[in-house]
């Protein structure tokens, strides 16, 4: 079973927080990617990087993956998803993306798409939908 709770901002748990997750917006609709190994939607994401914080990491995962130039970026929460005891933790934000150019990860991400709502067809069915909720509060 896979549980995602949530945390302040600020929040730093003793274990690394290991992701950023960032739900972003582009005129009025929802940014999302899709991987190139998958044939499902997801959130941009991505590891952070040794050496990075969680901002700069969601910074850099939002133009890799969908090609941002301009945004404005802003912390919503500190998560943790707890599978069957397995915790890992991430920081989730919200972008209003205002420019997009060309992908540059063009070998992992195949395309953007906009949504006027959350897909249905997710990588992460389990763990997506609560943290697209949260970013919609």
């Not at 972003?24 to 914080?53: M, P």
């Not at 991430?90 to 992992?108: H, I, M, N, S, T």
Request: net charge negative; hydrophobic share 40%; proline share 6%.
């Amino acid at each position: 079973m896979t549980q995602v709770f949530f945390y302040n901002p600020e929040f730093e748990p003793e274990a690394k927080i290991t992701y950023s997750v960032i739900t972003a917006r582009y005129r009025g609709k929802w940014l999302f990617v899709r991987h190139h190994d998958r044939l499902t939607w997801e959130i941009a994401a991505g590891h952070i990087e040794r050496g990075e914080t969680p901002y700069v990491a969601a910074c850099r995962e939002l133009m890799e993956e969908t090609g941002a130039l301009k945004f404005s970026i802003d912390c919503m929460a500190t998560y943790s998803v707890d599978r069957d005891g397995n915790v890992d933790y991430g920081r989730l934000y919200l972008a209003e993306v205002y420019e997009l150019g060309p992908v540059p990860d063009a070998a992992e991400i195949a395309e953007t798409k906009l949504f006027d709502h959350l897909p249905e067809n997710l990588t992460y069915p389990d763990i997506q939908p609560v943290l697209f909720r949260k970013c919609m509060e």
